[in-house]
């Protein structure tokens, strides 16, 4: 049964104090391997780049690196959460993206740097299956859909992380990234001491390999988030770059990225009465129509009111996009089948990301950097119009 609105947002809230401090150090997941990992490297881009006299081409394929990396992990994450468990994958997941985060500095060689992307995608991978399957499975136990929008937002407490303090340092010290990388595998190692009890569920886990990728009656769902995956990763790569080539001041770049992960964290109390109500294809195609407005707000205009409407636009919704298709996975399937159909997802999404920053950055490099606002504008459109279409109905 879908609960009411009331119902939706207020269990989890009403539940003891262990269960919600749970939910939120299960979120420094997202932090670490999403927050972190993935979308630190967009500040960072801008003095890798004049420091390693990058192209946008060579910067955009370090995010693909990184996303083929991500598509490989999706992979694993099945087998390993079939034979282990999603505790045990979400606590080696964990572990590796500290060491790739720390890996990152050892050296400025593109190869070096490219094995280390790599590793971080397959790292934040593990996370992000393991850490949808224990949020789903505490989600269902508490009737409420907030132990999921809370678990993937907490990428934004790791975006807003990044966006206070490396814009500064980065100034301060243009050509020491490398420490810049290695507080970031500090932070990530924190926070993998801080959510390992946290990553449990309620019940016996399902380690049998019952359960089977059901794709069937979500392939419109599952071509949406193939769009978005192409789509949103681009503005979260290339938005420092496209600032910085319009001369924009550092405490601006700062200030938008804070704002884009603070619009992340506030996303589950605006969307768990929505995702708890409306029918899962709506909510996903509210989502990525706001992204694609959002995305298009940047390039009407480079005033910093619109830039700030902008980005807090598109955090309050581009992490909930993953919430919403789990929640709309975790509706139309078994619970066995949750942890496989999720692994075949995040592969669909790997795939969509992989291409995705590589084609926007080729693209830019023979237009301008504003360009891979385009793309993702379009993109997310295309998703919204293919989400409109798809309405999955529950297993029997």
């Known amino acids: 049964m879908i609960p009411t609105p009331a119902e939706a947002t207020g269990p989890l809230l009403r539940q003891a104090p262990a269960r919600r401090w749970a939910a939120a150090r299960l979120a420094l997941g997202t932090a670490s391997a999403l927050g972190i990992s993935r979308f630190a490297y967009g500040l960072l881009l801008p003095a890798m780049r004049t420091d390693l006299h990058w192209s946008l081409a060579q910067a955009g ?12 992990g999706a992979l694993l994450a099945g087998v390993l959460g079939r034979r282990w468990g999603p505790t045990a994958t979400f606590h080696l997941g964990m572990m590796l993206t500290a060491l790739a985060l720390a890996a990152t500095a050892v050296s400025g060689a593109y190869l070096a740097l490219l094995t280390a992307r790599t590793a971080a995608g397959v790292a934040g991978a593990l996370v992000f299956v393991a850490g949808g399957v224990i949020a789903s499975r505490n989600a269902a136990a508490a009737r409420s859909p907030a132990p999921i929008t809370i678990y993937f937002s907490g990428a934004g407490l790791g975006i807003a992380v990044c966006g206070a303090s490396l814009p500064p340092l980065m100034t301060r010290a ?18 993998t001491a801080a959510s390992w009890t946290a990553a449990r569920v309620d019940e016996p886990e399902l380690r049998s390999a019952t359960g089977r990728p059901r794709m069937g009656r979500l392939w419109r769902t599952a071509l949406a988030y193939l769009l978005f995956a192409g789509g949103y990763i681009a503005y979260v790569t290339f938005l420092s770059a496209t600032l910085a080539q319009d001369h924009a001041p550092v405490w601006l770049i700062s200030t938008l990225w804070t704002l884009l ?12 009465p929505l995702i708890g109500a409306w029918p899962p ?21 480079t005033s910093y009111a619109v830039l700030a409407i902008s980005v807090l636009a ?3 919704t581009f992490m909930t996009v993953p919430a919403a298709v789990t929640a709309t996975i975790r509706g139309a399937t078994r619970p066995e089948d949750w942890a496989p159909t999720l692994s075949a997802f995040t592969t669909v999404f790997a795939a969509g990301q992989a291409v ?6 080729a693209i830019a490099d023979h237009t301008s950097a504003g360009a891979t606002l385009v793309w993702t504008a379009a993109l997310c459109a295309s998703a919204a119009v293919v989400a409109a279409t798809g309405r999955p109905k529950p297993p029997r």
């Open 61 to 72: 394929a370090l995010t693909t690196a990184n996303s083929l990396g991500y598509l490989l």
């Open 174 to 191: 243009p050509h020491d990234w490398p420490s810049a990388w290695i507080g970031l595998a500090a932070f990530a190692f924190l926070a």
């Open 261 to 272: 992960g603070i619009g992340a964290m506030a996303a589950p109390r605006l969307w768990n």
């Open 281 to 301: 294809a709506r909510v996903l195609t509210t989502l990525l129509a706001l992204l694609g407005g959002a995305s298009a707000l940047a390039l009407v205009s």
């Open 314 to 316: 598109y955090g309050g």
């Open 356 to 361: 995705g920053p590589w084609a926007a950055g």
